[in-house]
């Protein structure tokens, strides 16, 4: 996600270098993938082999790694040009879909919290470390309902380069604070995006989920619990935001949100996308979107970008039925 306080007379005369995104891209060579039918939308796969995952994620490269904005500055870059002058990829009109949330069990677990906390932490909401083209990346993510009781949702460009190689090393650390993982660091099993996405980084579908394995023999939702999801909702609705922006001026080190009324995106229509007033930064990335004013409503989007290092609109893809069928792919896996 990225995000401007002050744009300047056009933005769509900004430099590539000028928009700030979640996640960065590299030149890594694209991993083995495959692409799944479901309901007639194409879903691309990644198995992920992450043993020892959690291990590598030392507090040092937790506190090392970068923002996401690399990554979805170069995607959003990317897909401005291959989509300018473009109409939005209409989609079939599909019904309105909510799956309800799971509670998390109870625990006795207490968090230190700093007296400067914008956001108590969340227990199904955390931070997603992991390793793209060699380097080291942090984003946010979310638990959310599933079969598997092991699904955690975030920006597509923080799984997959869009197109190009999918991360390794990946883990999500829930209720994340100060450097402290109270609920453990899970790790993927596989790793979900739409085609769309995985193939040509349309930013109209910058979404992904990440399909976890156990921890100490429980799973994910059973542990935190997990959000509702809602698909193919209105547009123009409103919108609480959470994340762990790491670049200035925030440290990535605790919860922020946002809030307010989505609007579309009128720089580039093309990408059917809408924001709310926002100043996060690069590592609040695929931190989740809840229909309402808390944590507690329907996830129906995603932290994905904004426009220069400044921004104060951060812009996220609409629940269709494409990211709906992914969700779905992933959550029976």
């Known amino acids: 996600m990225t995000k401007t306080k002050t744009l300047a007379t056009s933005l769509l005369s900004l430099s590539a270098a000028a928009i700030l995104a979640l996640v ?10 495959k692409d799944i039918d479901s309901s007639g939308v194409a879903v691309s796969s990644h198995v992920a082999s992450d043993n020892g995952a959690a291990d590598y994620w030392t507090p040092e490269r937790m506190k090392n790694a970068k923002s996401g904005d690399i990554l979805a500055s170069k995607a959003l870059d990317r897909s401005r040009l291959l989509n300018l002058g473009k109409a939005p990829v209409t989609e079939a009109p599909g019904a309105l879909s909510s799956v309800e949330g799971q509670q998390a069990s109870t625990d006795s677990k207490a968090i230190n919290l700093k007296t400067n906390q914008s956001e108590t932490p969340v227990k199904h909401i ?17 638990s959310v309902t599933a079969a598997n009781k092991s699904t955690v949702s975030t920006a597509g460009h923080c799984v997959n380069e869009g197109p190009g190689a999918y991360a390794t090393n990946f883990v999500f650390v829930p209720a994340y604070l100060n450097g402290s993982a109270p609920y453990g660091k899970w790790t993927a099993r596989a790793l979900y995006s739409p085609t769309q996405w995985a193939s040509n980084g349309n930013m109209q579908y910058d979404t992904a989920f990440a399909v976890m394995n156990t921890l100490n023999g429980q799973r994910l939702a059973d542990v935190v619990g997990s959000s509702g999801v809602q698909f193919n909702a209105a547009r123009g609705l409103s919108y609480k935001s959470f994340g762990y922006p790491a670049a200035p001026p925030f440290n990535g080190e605790s919860l922020k949100s946002c809030s307010g009324t989505a609007t579309n995106d009128p720089y580039n229509p093309q990408f059917a996308t809408q924001g709310i007033p926002c100043n996060m930064t690069g590592g609040s990335s695929g931190g989740p979107w809840f229909i309402g004013n808390s944590s507690g409503g329907y996830q129906n989007s995603i932290n994905s970008y904004g426009y220069g290092s400044n921004s104060n609109t951060m812009y996220g893809p609409y629940w269709g039925s494409v990211i709906q069928s992914t969700y779905t792919t992933a959550a029976a896996s």
């Open 24 to 33: 960065g891209t590299t030149s890594a060579n694209a991993a083995p993938a």
């Open 126 to 142: 955390g931070k997603i470390f992991f390793t793209l083209g060699g380097a080291n990346y942090v984003c946010s993510g979310n």
